[in-house]
């Protein structure tokens, strides 16, 4: 499966933003999907995930409530929709493809495919 991450830029404190994740190659409602995020100097974190059906999803503690995570089975994407941006909200962002697990999971090592990231700036 292929993955390709689109929507990251620079914004100010307090936007919003809109990531996509657009899957390709395989059926892509076999799939669990989820966001992580990696700022420079840190170690990669989760961001959210939804399950196959996208009726479930999971959100790390610290950004529930600003960010929400969708998908459109119909159009093999997932949207990670960011509000209230913060500067320690820059990173970058990828979306990954975890095929094995029944339940949506936060742990990175759950995940198969990974997509090329795309970079979100948050300007003060």
């Known amino acids: 499966v292929q993955l390709q991450a689109s929507g990251g830029g620079l914004v100010q404190t307090g936007d919003s933003l809109r990531l996509s994740c657009a899957a390709s190659?395989?059926?892509?409602?076999?799939?669990?999907i989820g966001w992580f995020r990696q700022a420079p100097g840190k170690v990669r974190e989760f961001v959210a995930a939804?399950?196959?059906?996208?009726?479930?999803?999971l959100y790390a503690d610290h950004l529930q409530g600003r960010f929400t995570i969708s998908r459109d089975n119909a159009k093999n994407t997932v949207t990670l929709q960011m509000y209230s941006l913060k500067p320690d909200d820059t990173a970058v962002y990828y979306c990954?493809?975890?095929?094995?697990?029944?339940?949506?999971?936060?742990?990175?090592?759950?995940?198969?495919?990974w997509g090329q990231g795309t970079l979100v700036t948050v300007s003060s």
């Open positions: 939804v399950s196959r059906s996208g009726n479930s999803s």
């Open positions: 990954a493809v975890n095929e094995y697990t029944k339940y949506v999971s936060c742990s990175g090592q759950s995940y198969d495919f």
């Open positions: 190659g395989r059926t892509f409602d076999n799939y669990n």
